[in-house]
């Protein structure tokens, strides 16, 4: 079991580029996350999913898009880079509300 | 407003015992998580707690007060490889994580 796997690692990104954070997990698990962690902050919710075909938003959608096709992917789309998107971007999944949620390695993008 | 407290930083002893504290307000309670993440690495679990009470696993305990929205982790025992955050996280009435910043524990020789 790979558990969540995440790409890329590290990204650079230039102001109004646009770029997508693949997400993938082996669990078989219904619900999917991202996040992002900035320094001294706690994690926010960006989007998440219940399952496949259904996403919702969370704390702070706004510059980003997401898809479910699969149960096992969750690709995070940024579209016009800006330099507040700058930060650690992790994904995450559950079997349900409740549960453990495992994370992946994350993806630190810098936006300049 | 939703919020979650926990200090910045704390610092132990190696073989000494800390305790972190979490305090929150938040929009209903459907548990709290304790995660452990070490730096440049993701966050991993710790400990669940959805009712009131000392829930202990290993050199791990974490205790809840729901009537004080109060939680803290309990760490016995240090070792060098415990310097890590620890990550308070409450799960409000929508079931989506709320997180606190953490607290940055360094352990000392």
């Known amino acids: 079991n790979a558990g969540v796997t995440q790409t890329p690692k590290f990204r650079i990104l230039k102001i109004g580029q646009s770029m997508t954070l693949q997400c993938a997990q082996d669990m078989n698990h219904n619900y999917m996350y991202w996040y992002r962690q900035d320094p001294g902050m706690g994690l926010k919710l960006i989007y998440y999913?219940?399952?496949?075909?259904?996403?919702d938003k969370g704390e702070v959608p706004n510059g980003y898009n997401v898809s479910r096709s699969t149960t096992e992917d969750f690709p995070l789309r940024l579209e016009l880079a800006a330099p507040s998107q700058t930060s650690v971007y992790f994904c995450?999944?559950?079997?349900?509300?409740?549960?453990?949620?495992?994370f992946g390695p994350g993806t630190r993008l810098l936006v300049l | 407003g939703q919020n979650i407290d926990q200090p910045t930083e704390m610092t132990a002893t190696e073989g000494a015992i800390v305790q972190i504290n979490c305090t929150y307000q938040t929009s209903g309670f459907n548990g709290l998580f304790w995660y452990q993440q070490h730096a440049g690495e993701a966050p991993t679990f710790l400990s669940y707690?959805?009712l009131d009470g000392l829930e202990e696993k290993g050199r791990f305990s974490s205790f809840l007060s729901r009537s004080k929205g109060y939680s803290y982790l309990l760490l016995k025992e240090l070792q060098m490889k415990d310097s890590a955050s620890y990550l308070c996280a409450v799960e409000d009435s929508n079931y989506q994580l709320i997180w606190g910043a953490g607290t940055k524990l360094i352990i000392k020789p």
């Open positions: 707690n959805v």
């Open positions: 999913s219940v399952g496949a075909g259904i996403t």
């Open positions: 995450a999944s559950s079997r349900a509300e409740q549960e453990t949620q495992y």
